[in-house]
C-alpha cells in the first residue's frame, strides 16, 4: 500500500471519529442535564449552600489568584506585575523560605500524630459507659470550641518565676533561673507542638466518634465466628474497614488544618518569634497582608499554601482509597 494511500485511509478514520465524539459529548451533557432535572428538589435544596460556597470560597481564591499577580496595597489600583511576586517569594525572601520549613515540620510534626490521637482516643472513650463517655467526649472536643482558650498556656508557660511551671521547677531545684519557654529558641517550638496536638482534637475526633457509633455490629459477631480473637483484631479487619469514608475525612480535616497553624504561634510566641523559629506561612500572609498591605504579595503567598493543601488532599485520597 502507497504512502498516500495510507495518508487517505488516516484521514477518512479521523473524520469518522470526530462526529462519533461530538455525540458522546452531546449524549454526556444531554445525561447531565437530565439527572439534574429528575433531581431537581435535591438541587434546589443544595442551592443555598452552592451560592454561599462559590461566593465566600471560590470566588475570593480566584480572586485571590489574580491578585497574585499583581502590586496592590489597598489604596491604589491593582498594577500588573506578572511572576514578579513568586520570583520575589522564592529568589529575594529569606523569610518566606524558613516560613516553609516551619510550617512543613508543624504539619509532619502535629497532622498525622493528631489524626493517630484522635482515632485512638475516640476507639478507648467508645468503650466507656454512656455517661462517663459523654464527659470525655466534651472534655477532649472543648478545647476546639472555645476560640482562644490556647491563651492560658501563657500562664503555665510564663517565662518569670509566677509561671506555674517555672514555680515549681525552681521549688523542686530542678532549675536555678526561670526559663523563657516561649521566646528560647531551644523550647518554643516543642511547646508550639504540645499546645497544637492539644488544639487538635476536634472536628476529627467527634467525626469519629460518629463512625464509631455507626458501625455494624452484626459484623462484628460474625467475625467472632470466624475466629476473631481480640478487640485489636476486630479493629483492623472490622472496623476500620467500615471507616475508610470517615477516616478520609478526618485525615483531610487534620492535615489541611495543620498547614493553617498560625494563630497560635503569633499569640504565643510574639510577632516576630525569635530569630523567626516559630515563623509560618499563615504568619507571613499576615504579615504583608494585615501589617504592611502588600496584598498582592499576600495574595501569591496565599495561593502557594492554596495549592500546597490541595496537592496534600489529593495524596491522602490515593493513600486512603475508599474503593468507591
Given amino acids: 500500500m502507497s504512502t498516500q494511500t495510507l495518508t487517505e485511509t488516516k484521514t477518512e478514520i479521523i473524520k469518522q471519529s470526530k462526529p462519533e ?6 449524549s454526556n451533557f444531554e445525561h447531565t442535564i437530565s439527572e439534574i432535572k429528575k433531581n431537581k428538589v435535591s438541587y434546589l435544596m443544595m442551592a443555598p449552600f452552592l451560592v454561599l460556597f462559590c461566593l465566600f470560597t471560590v470566588l475570593p481564591i480566584l480572586s485571590s489568584m489574580v491578585l497574585s499577580f499583581t502590586y496592590f496595597n489597598m489604596l491604589e489600583m491593582p498594577q500588573w506585575r506578572g511572576f514578579y511576586n513568586y520570583i520575589r517569594l522564592f529568589l529575594e525572601d529569606d523569610v518566606f523560605l524558613i516560613a516553609v520549613k516551619n510550617t512543613l515540620m508543624f504539619a509532619f510534626l502535629t497532622g498525622p500524630v493528631s489524626y493517630i490521637m484522635c482515632f485512638v482516643f475516640a ?9 462517663i463517655r459523654a ?14 482558650i490556647y491563651v492560658i498556656w501563657t500562664y503555665i508557660f510564663d517565662g518569670d518565676a509566677y509561671g ?3 514555680s515549681y521547677l525552681l521549688k523542686l531545684n530542678i532549675l536555678d533561673m526561670p526559663i ?17 496536638l492539644w488544639l487538635s482534637l476536634g472536628t476529627s475526633f467527634l467525626a469519629f466518634m460518629a463512625g464509631f457509633k455507626s458501625l455494624d455490629q452484626s459484623l462484628a459477631e460474625a467475625g467472632a465466628i470466624d475466629g476473631i480473637k481480640n478487640r485489636f483484631q ?13 477516616l478520609l475525612f478526618g485525615a483531610v480535616m487534620q492535615i489541611s488544618s495543620s498547614f493553617a497553624i498560625g494563630a497560635v504561634p503569633m499569640a504565643l510566641g510574639g510577632f516576630p518569634s525569635t530569630d523567626y523559629s516559630l515563623h509560618t506561612v499563615m504568619v507571613h500572609i499576615y504579615d504583608y497582608g494585615q501589617v504592611r498591605y502588600e496584598m498582592g504579595y499576600a495574595s501569591a503567598i496565599a495561593f502557594l499554601l492554596c495549592l500546597a493543601m490541595i496537592g496534600t488532599n489529593k495524596v491522602i485520597q490515593k493513600l486512603l482509597k475508599t474503593g468507591d
Fill in 135 to 148: 464527659f470525655m467526649t466534651l472534655v477532649f472536643y472543648a478545647p476546639s470550641m472555645c476560640g482562644s
Fill in 234 to 246: 476486630e479493629l483492623v479487619y472490622i472496623t476500620i474497614p467500615q471507616m475508610k469514608n470517615i
Fill in 123 to 131: 476507639w478507648f472513650i467508645n468503650e466507656l459507659t454512656p455517661r
Fill in 21 to 26: 465524539q461530538k455525540t458522546k459529548k452531546r
Fill in 180 to 196: 523563657q519557654w516561649l521566646t528560647d529558641v531551644n523550647y518554643n517550638v516543642q511547646v508550639i507542638v504540645l499546645i497544637q
Fill in 164 to 166: 506555674l511551671l517555672n
